[in-house]
């Protein structure tokens, strides 16, 4: 079969007029009204959709827990092969006169900033502690719940769900994206990616699900790491003494607080969105990366140093030695030890997957769009392994420094007792002591919270338009950033308040599986795509789009 050039265009219809002028109408309006009918469900009624979503997650993880596991290792297979491939590492997102648009410490910034940076003030002491306590060694017992011979199973398993396998899902995501729109000029949306496999098909109804499907389960895994922050933000708020109304009798966050909370990051991230990715994403990005190296400073210097090495380098060690084993296993049996590690699976591992999956159309489109002029290699190294590095770094020293104040006696508990959101409050108030100091810091961590916060949350208003568009983004999307705004915030808050974070948790686990889906459509059409690419160029055949075709910045 004779080679063909590259497909270069895929046409979407859009609205040539009225508020919907330049949107793809058959992805916008659907989307809004499933996002629509989601939270008017929630709200009116909350009992059955706290039953049918429930009963959907539990459907999900006990019969797509396999799926989920080897599509995660296919993705960080797939970046390791794509990175010490020679004639697909060289080649750009791009053409080849094209040069980055922005430095390594912004890219950096904004990469990790929108893909976990938030999660690193929860769970970066949150998880370790929690895996210090149990852990598949602990349950096979191969280890000592919260024993010495458990530290570094604590950060082999935290690392396991923060390193590599969740940046890979990314830069799987990215790499489709910025291959396609950048190198053949096709449409910056979910769709291009699929182009080899199912060519100018996309530009009709095909096109559009996959499209829709992208938009949903990006409000949802976005909703997920707001659900988690908001939360946070609340109970800081109230420890740096803004009002007890923030808080409940039970000590977790009032519907007050939660609305109070959503309403501020919003109102705050549809501005920063507002004003696009080069001004006020940029320079939300930049500072809560200066933010998070002092607060790392902090913990490096006055927390538990040494042990924090000892966390990161050895933990890093077993982590690497471990990865093979970890990404392919798949708990199951009928003796109670294998209910439990499937049971500790489905809860952690597997959870956490669809979340990276449900991210991924978002954080992969933000990456493709800052890193146009980046090759193949420099893209993987820089979305899988440096920001990687970034997570083991924080886990070591936040987490590392909480588990020596319990097993010191130092903190007498309290990091354990704390809420996932307080410990890292918890934690500082044990090393300043309470009075001014212990006060200032957490109104540092409040500030860096909702700057990741922000930072996601506009980044995400910012993709959406961006896919509902076309792959175009521009100042006509304005009233549809405010209201993708808004309907963001509304879901976060309907689902915590009909059932907390679990209900958002249950919803993003739902959203992603088709997603999933495609996204290993994505990693077949890049490998494909790059494979032919390579043989055309030995045939004399241009594998890219002419220069005046490729997306406008």
């Known amino acids: 079969m004779a080679l063909k050039p590259p497909l270069t265009k895929l046409p979407i219809k859009t609205a040539s007029s009225g508020f919907y002028r330049g949107f793809s109408m058959d992805v916008t309006i659907t989307a809004k009204i499933i996002i629509g009918l989601l939270v008017i469900w929630a709200v009116a009624f909350p009992d059955q959709a706290a039953s049918v979503l429930n009963g959907l997650n539990g459907f999900i993880l006990t019969n797509f827990a396999t799926w989920y596991v080897y599509v995660m290792a296919a993705f960080v297979i797939v970046c390791i092969v794509l990175a010490v491939w020679p004639s697909a590492g060289r080649l750009k997102l791009g053409l080849d006169s094209d040069e980055p648009e922005f430095g390594y410490f912004s890219w950096f910034s904004m990469m990790f900033g929108a893909g976990i940076g938030v ?14 306590g149990n852990n598949p060694d602990v349950m096979q017992g191969f280890a000592t719940a919260k024993g010495e011979d458990n530290i570094l199973n604590a950060y082999k398993w935290s690392y396991l769900h923060w390193g590599f396998s969740a940046w890979s899902s990314y830069a799987i995501a990215g790499l489709g994206l910025g291959y396609f729109a950048y190198r053949r000029g096709l449409p910056l949306t979910i769709r291009s990616s699929l182009s080899p496999l199912f060519g100018a098909r996309l530009s009709g109804k095909m096109g559009h699900l996959v499209d829709i499907v992208a938009v949903v389960a990006t409000i949802l895994g976005v909703a997920q790491t707001l659900g988690f922050g908001v939360n946070q933000f609340v109970d800081g708020m109230a420890r740096i003494g803004v009002g007890d ?36 994403i940029k320079w939300l990005s930049n500072l809560n990366m200066a933010l998070s190296i002092f607060l790392l400073g902090f913990l490096i210097i006055f927390g538990s140093t040494f042990f924090g090495f000892r966390a990161l380098f050895v933990g890093m060690w077993e982590y690497v030695i471990a990865l093979p084993g970890m990404i392919f296993t798949i708990y199951s049996g009928e003796n109670p030890v294998d209910q439990d590690l499937a049971g500790w699976q489905g809860s952690w591992t597997v959870f956490y997957w669809a979340w990276w999956v449900a991210f991924a159309p978002f954080v992969g489109l933000f990456l493709a769009r800052i890193s146009k002029g980046r090759t193949i290699r420099e893209f993987v190294l820089g979305a899988v392994i440096a920001p990687s590095i970034m997570c083991f770094v924080w886990f070591a020293w936040a987490g590392g420094t909480a588990i020596d104040l319990e097993l010191s006696g130092q903190a007498a508990g309290k990091i354990f007792g704390a809420t996932d959101g307080g410990k890292i409050f918890a934690m500082t108030d044990i090393l300043l002591g309470e009075g001014v100091l212990s006060w200032l810091m957490a109104v540092v961590i409040v500030v860096l919270l909702m700057t990741y916060l922000v930072t996601s949350a506009d980044s995400a208003v910012l993709i959406v338009n961006t896919i509902n568009a076309a792959g175009d983004e521009g100042p006509k999307a304005r009233p549809h950033i405010i209201f993708w705004g808004v309907a963001l915030g509304a879901v976060v808050a309907a689902l915590l308040l009909i059932g907390g974070i679990g209900a958002i948790q249950t919803a993003m686990v739902i959203g992603a599986l088709p997603f999933s889906v495609v996204m290993v459509l994505m990693a077949i059409a890049l490998i494909k795509a790059i494979y032919l690419d390579g043989k055309r160029e030995a045939a004399g055949i241009s594998s890219t789009a002419p220069a005046e075709t490729t997306p406008a910045e």
């Open 119 to 132: 999660g690193m003030l929860t769970w970066a002491v949150a998880e370790p502690i929690y895996h210090f």
């Open 245 to 280: 109304w923030l808080m409940n009798a039970e000590g977790k966050p009032s519907s007050a607080g939660i609305v109070f909370a959503i309403v501020i990051i919003m109102g705050a991230s549809t501005l920063s969105a507002l004003s696009g990715v080069g001004k006020g």
